[in-house]
Nanobody, 129 residues
Framework: QSYALQSGGGSVQPGGSLTLSCEIA???????MAWFRQVAGKGREGVAH???????????DSVRGRFAVSRGSRDNAKEQLFLQMNSLNPEDSAVYYC????????????????????WGRGTQVTVSS
């Protein structure tokens, strides 16, 4: 059975840093992994995604240059996904979700929620002084 288990998050002052982690377990290969975030009352926004086939990384404009998505070593059918968040500001406050898909779509990844079928339960990130 597939699952995504998140850790990290919490509260930080503006300008601070946080790291989110996600362990993704599947019975088959994972092709795309992503981070989304959601503010109460708004839709879920794609933050970053990474392709496991070619390593390509894509960021939404608001986090480019501040956030870094990375992948750890695959071990025992488990993937490790990370999001290093630097220079955080209050607009980054949200519930962050990791996501993955084991469906092959030619090596492409997306910020579409429908692209992903394995989701973490979310972790709160709060940036305030």
């Amino acid at each position: 059975q597939s699952y995504a288990l998140q850790s990290g998050g919490g509260s930080v002052q503006p300008g601070g840093s946080l790291t989110l982690s996600c362990e993704i377990a599947t019975t088959s290969a994972v092709y795309c992994m992503a981070w989304f975030r959601q503010v109460a009352g708004k839709g879920r926004e794609g933050v970053a995604h990474i392709s496991t086939s070619n390593g390509a990384k894509v960021y939404t404009d608001s986090v480019r240059g501040r956030f870094a998505v990375s992948r750890g070593s695959r071990d025992n059918a488990k993937e490790q996904l990370f999001l290093q968040m630097n220079s955080l500001n209050p607009e980054d406050s949200a519930v962050y979700y990791c996501a993955a898909t084991d469906l092959w779509r030619g090596g492409s990844c997306s910020f579409s929620r429908d692209w992903y079928d394995i989701w973490g339960r979310g972790t709160q990130v709060t940036v305030s002084s």
